[in-house]
């Protein structure tokens, strides 16, 4: 049977992710390393949309270890793709020439439409029994949505806010006002409610991905709400009132109280109230009566793709 190890390199706005996978030609794959870096690419980029001097130096000290990481690896061919904070950045080209120049190389930037497209993939391959629900995808600087039916996509779309950008812009880090966070959620809300699937898709579970979310998963985890005895977060289900109550008790907290509660990932306190507001405002809007956590997205979505193009 043949193989092929591929490394893929998942550059996001508020994190950088690097996966070493065997394919195999039966369609399988393994997993051979998988690491999470913190890197905040989009921090700071406000109305300039421009990548900050000080996030790209973050994210070429990870990229350095990445690249050891594949040298250790017998890999055969290295993918490298970013989303939100690279494909909105006014600076775009000067990075790419950057990171070429620097790691030998060249970054794929995906579009917010290949992204959900990918969302959809992965999630496809990795929750067969969910024959139609919609696909959240709640990252630094953007989310992607696709509903689908009967696993058909019926849509694939991208809007242009996440959990680094909206805490920045509302003011959503610290001690956070009410009227604030109203003022995200009409925004948000103000959103979704220009896509046409919206009401085509009433009552509609939602498949959750991306960190925030994984977040909400293993804050809900920690107070016993979900399915006990599994090892995993994926599959796991989460009722819409749930949802609720834990962003009506993270948004009464100070950044402080926040970094102690359970479950969640201390770097993420100050990005998490505008980490679940695509989600809280999409659960309304849909009148969701759940939503169930997904582990694989676009990397497993691309991985798809590549056997198929690689074996088939």
């Known amino acids: 049977m043949r193989e092929k190890t591929i490394a893929i390199i998942d550059l996001g706005s508020n994190s950088a992710r690097l996966v070493v996978e065997k394919l195999k030609e039966n369609g399988s794959y393994r997993e051979l390393y998988r690491v999470k870096e913190d890197t905040r690419l989009s921090k700071g980029m406000g109305t300039a949309l421009l990548l900050k001097e000080?996030?790209?130096?973050?994210?070429?000290?990870v990229l350095e270890k990445y690249q050891q990481v594949i040298r250790t690896y017998s890999v055969d061919q290295v993918y490298a793709i970013t989303t939100a904070a690279v494909r909105?950045?006014?600076?775009?080209?000067?990075?790419?020439?950057?990171?070429?120049?620097?790691f030998g190389f060249d970054l794929?930037?995906?579009?917010?439409?290949?992204?959900?497209?990918?969302?959809?993939?992965?999630?496809?391959?990795?929750?067969?029994?969910?024959?139609?629900?919609?696909?959240?995808?709640?990252?630094?600087?953007?989310?992607?949505?696709?509903?689908?039916?009967?696993?058909?996509?019926?849509?694939?779309?991208s809007l242009p806010f996440g959990a680094v950008n909206l805490s920045e812009k509302y003011h959503l880090a610290d001690?956070?006002?009410?009227?604030?966070?109203?003022?995200?959620?009409?925004?948000?809300?103000?959103?979704?409610?220009?896509?046409?699937?919206?009401?085509?898709?009433?009552?509609?579970?939602?498949?959750?991905?991306?960190?925030?979310?994984?977040?909400?998963?293993?804050?809900?985890?920690?107070?016993?709400?979900?399915?006990q005895g599994q090892k995993s977060l994926h599959g796991l289900f989460l009722t819409a009132e749930h949802v609720e109550e834990?962003?009506?008790?993270?948004?009464?907290?100070?950044?402080?109280?926040?970094?102690?509660?359970?479950?969640?990932?201390?770097?993420?306190?100050d990005i998490i109230i505008s980490g679940l507001l695509p989600v809280l405002n999409l659960v309304r809007q849909l009148h969701s009566p759940k939503v169930i956590f997904s582990e694989s997205g676009v990397r497993e979505g691309l991985i798809f793709e590549l056997i198929q193009k690689e074996f088939h």
């Open 88 to 102: 909105t950045a006014k600076n775009q080209a000067d990075f790419l020439q950057r990171v070429k120049a620097r």
């Open 175 to 227: 001690k956070v006002k009410q009227a604030d966070i109203l003022a995200a959620c009409r925004e948000v809300a103000t959103s979704y409610a220009q896509l046409p699937f919206i009401k085509s898709n009433q009552g509609q579970p939602i498949i959750l991905l991306g960190g925030a979310n994984r977040s909400l998963a293993k804050m809900a985890e920690k107070k016993g709400w979900t399915q």
């Open 108 to 157: 794929r930037v995906l579009t917010g439409e290949e992204e959900a497209h990918y969302d959809y993939l992965g999630v496809l391959t990795s929750l067969p029994e969910e024959r139609s629900a919609v696909i959240l995808d709640t990252g630094g600087a953007s989310v992607e949505l696709v509903p689908y039916r009967d696993r058909k996509a019926e849509a694939e779309v």
């Open 54 to 61: 000080e996030q790209i130096q973050k994210t070429f000290s």
């Open 246 to 269: 834990v962003f009506f008790e993270i948004a009464q907290m100070d950044r402080q109280e926040r970094e102690h509660f359970a479950g969640l990932e201390k770097s993420r306190a």
